[in-house]
């Protein structure tokens, strides 16, 4: 089988072979209900707890703060419209980044519609953030590292300007992009509810978490048994909760060595494409991710002719399902640089000689597609 080269980490990533094994054995060996009272059952809880340990110890928190979802989307609108509703007779008001990822974007939405009032920051500096916090504020949401460009931002300083407008205000951090990949040490870093998700991190699909700090109080979206304290109701997939613990733990371990690696592929396509392409990443954002645009071609033209190539990349966000990108909207990028732009984001199993073979491509598919143009519209 011809190699594919995959540069669409930050949409997902390949389940980990310690993953992958221990999901298949509690899939067909150990699959008891982790309410159940007998051996089986106690055995899934076990693992439940294990991989709460895991996360927990990755996050550096306390396992009683970890609450297991279906995803980062669950997360996120567990975290902005549990918290928001669970303080709505006294505060009403949500402050996010119009960056943020749709998941938060959309909760927001929600909450505008149902009796909040949301405001969207100018920008994503701590200042923008305490400049629209006043009394009434409830929440406020911003993301560590962002999904289409990879830039960072410092989350520390912005709890700590809402912080001092408002003492009450929840604040949410986003970190599914930062997590496994940036340090994140939740015994310092004053945020009050944060959201992370396994496949990004080379852990399964459809499981993620919610860190709730102790005290803070969230309404449920669902209602049903008494798990996870009532907070998120279900019978838990002991499989996917434990690959996910198992892939956390295993991030953790090799974080710093996987950040140097992709800092290294980041900079080598940079200058691959110095010249004839547009960076829209900043210098200092997560090595995993770079954001460039070709402007005079559309993204998904030269995204499927790499693809017939065998290299798979991303026109922005994969929730966007090709749509353009209301971040670099957002960020006041032309139309044509945002109808232009591809993400490209690394992984520890990409090597130097993919990032070559990448850049050739990308060259040849910017020269062969503008000539194409130029031959469909000539001049005059």
């Not at 962002?146 to 009450?168: C, H, L, M, Y």
């Not at 599914?176 to 310092?188: A, H, N, S, T």
């Not at 993620?208 to 209602?223: D, I, K, N, S």
Request: include cysteine; glycine fraction near 10%.
């Amino acid at each position: 089988m011809e190699r594919i080269i995959y540069l669409d980490n930050a949409a997902t990533t390949r389940c980990g072979e310690e993953a992958a094994a221990l999901i298949m054995r509690l899939l067909r060996e150990e699959y008891g209900n982790p309410s159940s009272l007998y051996g089986m059952g106690l055995a899934a809880e076990k693992e439940v707890h294990r991989a709460a340990e895991r996360l927990a110890s990755a996050l550096r928190c306390r396992e009683d703060e970890i609450v297991f979802t279906s995803g980062a989307t669950e997360a996120n609108n567990l975290a902005l419209i549990g918290g928001a509703r669970a303080r709505q007779k006294r505060l009403t008001g949500i402050v996010a980044s119009p960056l943020e990822h749709a998941s938060v974007l959309g909760a927001a939405g929600w909450l505008g519609e149902n009796g909040f009032a949301w405001r969207q920051t100018e920008g994503t500096a701590p200042q923008d953030y305490a400049a629209l916090v006043d009394e009434k504020t409830t929440l406020v949401s911003c993301m560590l590292v962002n999904n289409e460009t990879g830039a960072v931002s410092d989350v520390a300083a912005i709890a700590e300007a809402v912080r001092q407008k408002n003492p009450q205000t929840l604040v949410h951090c986003d970190a599914v992009q930062g997590f496994g990949k940036l340090p994140i040490d939740l015994r310092r870093l004053p945020v009050d509810l944060l959201s992370v998700s396994a496949h990004k991190i080379y852990g399964p699909k459809g499981v993620g978490a919610l860190f709730v700090r102790r005290g803070v109080r969230l309404t449920p979206l669902l209602y049903g048994g008494g798990q996870q304290k009532g907070l998120r109701p279900g019978t838990e997939s002991v499989p996917l909760i434990a690959g996910f613990g198992l892939a956390a733990e295993i991030a953790a371990a090799r974080r710093e060595e996987r950040f140097t690696y992709a800092a290294a592929l980041r900079a080598r396509l940079c200058e691959a494409v110095q010249g004839w392409g547009t960076v829209n990443s900043p210098e200092n954002g997560s090595p995993f991710i770079l954001n460039v645009s070709f402007e005079g071609l559309r993204s998904e033209t030269l995204l499927h002719f790499l693809e017939a190539k065998g290299i798979c990349v991303s026109s922005g966000s994969a929730c966007s399902k090709g749509k353009g990108s209301h971040v670099l909207s957002a960020m006041g990028l032309s139309p044509s640089r945002v109808d232009s732009a591809l993400r490209l984001s690394f992984s520890h199993e990409v090597t130097p000689e993919d990032i070559d073979t990448a850049a050739a491509a990308l060259r040849e598919g910017v020269d062969t597609l503008a000539r194409a143009r130029r031959s469909a519209h000539p001049a005059g």
